[in-house]
């Protein structure tokens, strides 16, 4: 896309030269396209009942981890972790991503598998063996259960609580997480931060890709960042992907020993799309070490470093991701750039659900009869 908007500004160029009118400006044609993240319109009754929703074990089979076990607002609504834990008795395959501005994005998943909205992604998220292993029906009549979830489900419009209502209450929730406060948007830039920017957009190429107020162009691409070894080194790791893999109909999935990422969804046969990944935010990095699909990268200069070798060795990397010969004073602007894109942490109880959520009610005993 950038590349064929410059290709385009190029030809203009020549153009009005042929004509004998010297072209004046020669700014990035993506300069005014960043910006602070919109914040998103929200019911507020609604987003608080997902709120609730959002820290509350009890969504999962055995009671055992919310979202918010992975999705930690501490930690940017990331884990801290290079690879995700999953639901008991197994582990996870990839990094968690932050959810902050998740909202905003056009595809959802390291591998962008779901491209409809957030309802799905929530489905997704309850009902996965690895992540909380829960049936919907039993979701729905578990929450039935709780007098509060009754009020609340009722006050938010939704009638009596419905695995329907769940999905929807989650992502209006999701919504309410925006940026804000980062150095970046208020122009308080130190100016080691500010040359960054420049070299971001410039000579470094980082916005071909990292695009927009979100710093991304919700597209896959192949980086060429390494396999993470722990996936086949550990059972319950390697067995996740296996089952992930079967149910995504991946070619060979038996002898597979890499994350094909966004393949699955072109499965092209020749593999050229092996390896890509979607483009992530690069927004409140500060708070979501350690970094990439699978955790391989720990720190911003090593993000940095990474790229200023020309990314990994992969037969699919994308022609983009090449030797940058930065400075290691370049390299340090660069890292105070993608410093000023981290702004307040969202752990007030505006974002948290900071009451405790109690169980010790009644239990109804004939539910299946019960109408609220
Ligand atoms: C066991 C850890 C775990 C739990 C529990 C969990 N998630 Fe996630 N979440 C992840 C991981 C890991 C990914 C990335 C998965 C992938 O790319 O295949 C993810 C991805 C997401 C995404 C997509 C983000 C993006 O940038 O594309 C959303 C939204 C999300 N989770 C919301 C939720 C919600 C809502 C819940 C609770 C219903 C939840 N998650 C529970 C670990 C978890
Ligand atoms: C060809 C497109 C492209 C270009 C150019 C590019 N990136 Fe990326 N970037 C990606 C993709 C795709 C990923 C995710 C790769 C993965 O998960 O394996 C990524 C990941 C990152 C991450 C990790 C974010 C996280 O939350 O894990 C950072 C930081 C980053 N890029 C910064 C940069 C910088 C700085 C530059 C310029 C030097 C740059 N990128 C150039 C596509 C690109």
């Not at 919310?66 to 930690?75: D, L, M, Q, R, V």
Request: aromatic residues 8%; proline residues 5%; hydrophobic residues 35%.
């Amino acid at each position: 896309m950038y590349r064929n908007v410059s290709s385009k500004i190029a030809w203009l160029i020549a153009l009005l030269i042929a004509a004998g009118v010297s072209a004046v400006s020669t700014a990035p044609a993506d300069a005014a396209d960043f910006g602070p993240v919109k914040s998103m319109k929200v019911d507020a009754k609604k987003a608080a009942l997902g709120k609730r929703l959002f820290f509350d074990p009890r969504l999962s089979g055995d009671a055992a981890i919310s979202c918010s076990t992975c999705h930690i607002p501490s930690k940017g609504f990331s884990d801290g972790l290079a690879l995700a834990k999953a639901y008991p008795g197994s582990e996870g395959f990839r990094n968690t991503p932050t959810l902050i501005n998740a909202a905003q994005k056009a595809a959802w998943f390291h591998d962008g598998r779901i491209g409809t909205n957030l309802n799905d992604v929530t489905r997704e998220s309850i009902t996965e063996t690895y992540s909380m292993n829960m049936d919907m029906r039993l979701m729905q009549e578990r929450v039935k259960q709780d007098p509060i979830y009754v009020k609340m489900f009722k006050d938010a419009g939704y009638g009596e609580p419905s695995n329907g209502s769940v999905r929807k209450a989650i992502p209006e929730y999701l919504k309410t997480l925006t940026s804000r406060g980062a150095a970046f948007d208020g122009g308080k830039m130190s100016d080691a931060a500010q040359r960054g920017f420049e070299l971001f957009k410039g000579k470094a190429g980082c916005a071909q890709c990292h695009s927009g107020s979100r710093f991304t162009d919700d597209q896959p691409y192949n980086t060429g960042v390494p396999n993470n070894p722990e996936i086949w080194s550990n059972p319950l790791r390697h067995i996740t992907y296996v089952a992930f893999s079967m149910f995504m109909g991946i070619e060979n999935y038996m002898n597979i020993r890499r994350d094909v990422g966004a393949h699955i969804r072109s499965h092209k046969s020749d593999g050229s799309d092996i390896g890509k990944f979607m483009t992530p935010s690069l927004r409140e990095l500060k708070q979501t070490a350690p970094y990439m699909h699978n955790g391989m990268i720990a720190t911003l200069a090593d993000v940095v470093a990474f790229y200023n070798r020309g990314g990994g060795n992969d037969v699919n990397q994308d022609p983009r991701i090449k030797p940058l010969g930065l400075s290691s004073q370049e390299r340090n602007n660069l890292v105070a750039f993608l410093e000023a894109l981290s702004g307040d942490a969202l752990t007030g109880p505006e974002h948290v659900w900071k009451d405790k959520i109690n169980v010790n009610y009644v239990a109804i005993s004939d539910w299946l009869q019960k109408k609220n």
